[in-house]
């Protein structure tokens, strides 16, 4: 069983969080949401990017971003493994570093989530390495993909995926891909609907990801889907 994280330690993480002068607005709020969706016992914050959007009233691609600087910076260790949500760990900067440290009141190393910079040895073969970029590049867009209703499975996804990054496509080019359908979904008021395509369909041989995706003028006039959310 993990460390017990009490109110007073949250306080404390969360003062932490409003006194870096270096953190963003953005990256503030992000991090305040994750640290209010912390488990006392294991550490863990396991929102998904949509609900610390909605908890933040952000983008969900704003989210992404924070995150992913966060990360960056060391105040975030995030678990990435395909076919699972994204997990998270704080990292809390002390006062006698100026590099972020795991927090003193997580006693156990087995709560941590494993992450390259964690791992021992000096021998990471460069397949591997690739393999790990290519996890990281999949969870990115995974992020970004606009949610639907009905199933998505996360591993069909992965498996197209796998395959078109083993033909040759960078993954920069399928994320790149997810973000112009998003905002195209964003758009036409579809988000969340099940016309939304599944992730294996996008990333699949017919290379959906590979159009441009631009959404159709409506001279200021909403489409149908948006509408009836208004209603």
């Known amino acids: ?109 087995d709560t941590r989530p494993v992450t390259q910079s964690h791992r021992t040895g000096d021998t990471e073969s460069p397949e591997r390495t690739k393999n790990e970029r290519s996890n990281e590049d999949f969870e990115r867009a995974m992020e970004a993909y606009p949610r639907r209703a009905g199933g998505n499975s996360k591993t069909a996804a992965f498996k197209a995926w796998t395959a078109r990054t083993k033909a040759g496509i960078e993954p920069s080019a399928l994320i790149a891909g997810v973000e112009r359908y998003a905002a195209y979904i964003e758009a036409t008021g579809k988000a969340g609907t099940e016309y939304v395509k599944q992730a294996a369909t ?9 159009e441009p995706w631009t959404a159709p003028h409506t001279n200021g006039r909403t489409n149908g889907p948006a509408i009836e959310r208004l209603r």
């Not at 996008?202 to 590979?210: L, M, Q, V």
């Open 1 to 109: 069983m993990g460390c017990l994280h009490g109110p007073a330690d949250d306080l404390r993480d969360l003062r932490a969080v409003l006194a870096d002068p270096d953190l963003s607005t953005t990256e503030r709020i992000v991090m305040t949401s994750l640290l209010l969706h912390r488990n006392g016992d294991s550490g863990r914050m396991d929102p998904s990017v949509t609900r610390v959007a909605q908890q933040c009233g952000l983008t969900g691609r704003s989210v992404i971003r924070a995150l992913a600087r966060l990360e960056e910076r060391g105040w975030l260790l995030r678990d990435r493994r395909p076919g699972v949500r994204t997990k998270y760990s704080a990292r809390i900067p002390t006062g006698d570093t100026e590099s972020p440290v795991t927090q003193s009141h997580q006693c156990h190393k």
């Open 202 to 210: 996008f990333f699949g041989p017919n290379e959906h990801w590979a």
